[in-house]
């Protein structure tokens, strides 16, 4: 009877909070038969008790998934996925889950804090593309500064300067803001990077363009013998 076991650990725990097998008991027990809230009391017991971060983090972070995929609430989820990180900060499956969460929220600045977080913790270069692509989105999109977009950009095409979405969207921004030395630079930096001609033939096309549109003739006439 499950039931019947549950209160028997119950009673146990009562007796000794740390008798060996009881908690992953009724972690068992409360999970097979989906009482989500008691298994949150379990979880939430457990990350008080451990003295290992690991466990406590993991404790932390499956109380977020119950309440954000069980239970529906996402703002509790936050709360304890928020309180996972505090415990391990550089756990990507955490942060990744936090940032679904800041994203369906609406939280958008907790959403570009995550994905630095994630940019951070990565190894994998193509994966740090995609998150410095998508803060610098957010900072132009949702966050009206574009200081703080141009510099994501900028953070990704020092990864890759042949990155095409960190080029089409720092480009503009830099003509609106009359950054013109940093506009020649960046298509400098895409030809260095490029082996399609046409590609590179482009990039020298743009920078001619923009050094005849500031008076410097000689450098922009080099730029389109290359091109």
């Known amino acids: 009877d499950p039931d019947a076991a549950a209160e028997l650990y119950e009673a146990a725990l009562s007796v000794d909070p740390k008798v060996p097998g009881a ?8 999970y097979g038969r989906r009482r989500w809230r008691e298994l ?10 451990a003295r290992d ?26 709360t304890a996925l928020e309180r996972a990180v505090s415990e391990a900060p550089d756990q ?3 942060l990744d889950t936090l940032a679904r969460l800041y994203e369906q929220a609406g939280a958008q600045q907790s959403l570009a804090d995550t ?15 995609g998150y410095l692509h998508r803060i610098g989105d957010l900072y132009r999109d949702r966050l009206a500064d574009d200081d703080a977009a141009m510099k994501a950009y900028e953070r990704a095409l020092a990864i890759d300067p042949a ?21 020649v630079k960046m298509h400098e930096a895409e030809v260095a990077a490029v082996h399609d001609a046409r590609r590179r033939a482009v990039a020298h096309a743009r920078a001619a363009e923009i050094l005849e549109r500031t008076g410097r003739w000689t450098e922009s006439t080099g730029h389109h013998e290359r091109a």
């Open 53 to 78: 971060v690991s466990v406590r983090m993991m404790a932390h972070y499956r109380i977020g998934q119950i309440h954000a995929d069980r239970l529906g609430n996402r703002r509790e989820a936050i």
């Open 92 to 94: 990507p499956f955490v």
């Open 163 to 183: 990155y095409i979405p960190a080029l089409r969207a720092l480009g503009p921004m830099y003509q609106a803001k009359e950054r013109w030395d940093d506009l």
């Open 115 to 129: 994905l630095e977080r994630l940019a951070a913790c990565t190894a994998d270069p193509q994966e740090r593309l």
């Open 40 to 49: 949150i009391r379990v979880l939430e017991r457990e990350a008080e008790q």
């Open 23 to 30: 908690l992953d008991a009724l972690k068992r027990l409360h």
